[in-house]
């Protein structure tokens, strides 16, 4: 975990240089000139950092993901999230302690490795520390944004599609895109889709949620800043194989 200011600023530099310089997401003036990604809850969050002791200080960040808990998001102004999806059916009910006693939800976001260091080894840093930290905070559940590349919806019919018909959330824990914000992700019929050639495309974050047994939002929503179309992710703890937990975390579930 980021231990100061230098290394928030080191990861914000590194999400600059993905999402700005590599991926084309839209910079206002002042990112530009200073060359960071910055928004205003980054100082509420925990930064996770994969680092490359022998790369010079300022260029040793080379992957980063953004955690914000449950308890801490209840105690300032809500999550990320929020501003895409309505998540009222998540917490129903619940307030800072009952997280605390019967495991919390935690966002992730704002994921990117430097493109030379993405490699297996590189995502497995990231995840063991996602499982370290989901042990400490007792977290039973995880969310937040995971992003198709381009706006362009016929693009991403197959893929969408594919995704609501064999991974759309239960009623009791779905997730809508807000209103303003909602496209439709049911675009095909289940029987025209080549699912084969669908999985191989998705990126492999999301890919990667898939095989944890993750469930998805009703819904995808244009994300202009960065040239996206995201769709939401809700995964279990417990939904996760237990080879895979066990792999990352090397220890019991927390719940």
């Given at each position: ?144 944004c995971a992003s198709l590349p381009g706006t362009d919806l016929t693009d991403h019919a197959e893929a969408l599609s594919y995704l609501y018909h064999n991974f759309r959330a239960p009623e ?84």
């Amino acid at each position: 975990m980021a231990q100061d200011e230098s290394e928030i600023i080191a990861a914000q530099h590194l999400r600059y240089r993905v999402f700005y310089e590599e991926m084309g997401a839209a910079a206002t003036q002042q990112m530009a000139r200073d060359k960071l990604d910055v928004d205003e809850f980054d100082p509420i969050c925990d930064h996770l950092l994969v680092i490359d002791h022998s790369l010079p200080a300022d260029e040793s960040v080379v992957g980063t993901y953004r955690l914000l808990r449950e308890e801490v998001a209840i105690a300032n102004d809500g999550f990320y999230s929020a501003s895409e999806y309505d998540l009222s059916p998540l917490f129903m009910g619940r307030d800072a302690n009952t997280a605390r006693q019967h495991g919390q939800f935690l966002e992730l976001g704002r994921s990117c490795v430097r493109a030379e260091y993405r490699s297996n080894a590189t995502i497995q840093f990231l995840w063991k520390g996602i499982a370290e930290y989901v042990y400490q905070h007792k977290v039973s559940y995880l969310f937040g944004c995971a992003s198709l590349p381009g706006t362009d919806l016929t693009d991403h019919a197959e893929a969408l599609s594919y995704l609501y018909h064999n991974f759309r959330a239960p009623e009791e824990l779905c997730v809508y895109a807000v209103p303003s914000r909602h496209i439709e992700m049911n675009m095909m019929a289940a029987d025209q889709i080549r699912e084969r050639d669908v999985v191989k495309a998705l990126p492999p974050l999301i890919k990667g949620y898939l095989r944890c047994g993750c469930y998805i939002g009703d819904g995808a929503v244009i994300d202009k800043q960065f040239g996206t179309t995201d769709v939401f992710i809700l995964q279990s703890i417990a939904r996760v194989p237990d080879k895979y937990f066990a792999h990352l975390a090397r220890r019991e579930r927390p719940l």
